[in-house]
């Protein structure tokens, strides 16, 4: 890739973020590790065809031009909180995706990650999403396991959060999250 295609990724990237909250790169990722999904298989369920969705992922387009397309994204991040949470079943969350596949849709897309309990507080899931999802937008999963290697002979604690972080699921850093909160 030459410097210009660089500063254009970089710039669609960056209206990604103001748009839709984050890189759809980061965003598509989450659904897909989230819920048990392949690229060909979540380009199926917003409506879109397999090379839009990995131009919208790699940055070559930044904007989702079907109102509909970007409904259904708010739509898949509220049911993989669901799963993430263990109010929605896989075999649950499939049948949804059916449903999602078949919705027309409006053309908000909110940020989820504001979304609170009823006490206003963030919840545990949320906090480690918005983790996850920093972690991610700043390196692959595979460089930030490379990283965490270097870093386990020295420093095994910060090793281990890179690892559960930055290329677990998010169950795991879910777990981790919990086990560290005394």
């Known amino acids: 890739m030459d410097a210009a295609q660089q500063d254009t990724t970089a710039r669609a990237r960056e209206l990604q973020r103001n748009w ?5 790169g980061a965003l598509f990722r989450r659904l897909i590790d989230d819920l048990g999904l392949n690229q060909a298989r979540l380009a199926g369920v917003l ?17 989702i031009g079907n109102p509909a397309v970007v409904q259904r994204v708010q739509l898949l991040q509220e049911l993989a909180g669901q799963v993430a949470d263990g109010s929605v079943s896989a075999a649950e969350a499939t049948d949804r995706m059916d449903e999602i596949k078949k919705s027309q849709g409006g053309s908000v897309l909110t940020n989820t990650s504001q979304t609170a309990t009823s006490s206003g507080a963030p919840t545990v899931k949320r906090v480690v999403r918005e983790i996850q999802s920093l972690l991610r ?3 692959a999963a595979g460089d930030i396991i490379d990283a965490a290697d270097s870093l386990a002979p020295t420093h095994p604690e910060l090793a281990e ?9 998010t169950a795991d850093a879910v777990a ?3 086990a560290h909160q005394s």
């Open 137 to 139: 937008s700043v390196s």
């Open 47 to 63: 409506g879109l065809s397999a090379p839009m969705l990995s131009q919208l992922m790699s940055g070559q387009r930044a904007k």
């Open 161 to 169: 959060f890179l690892r559960v972080y930055g290329a677990g699921r």
């Open 20 to 24: 839709y909250g984050e890189p759809l």
């Open 176 to 178: 981790h999250y919990e």
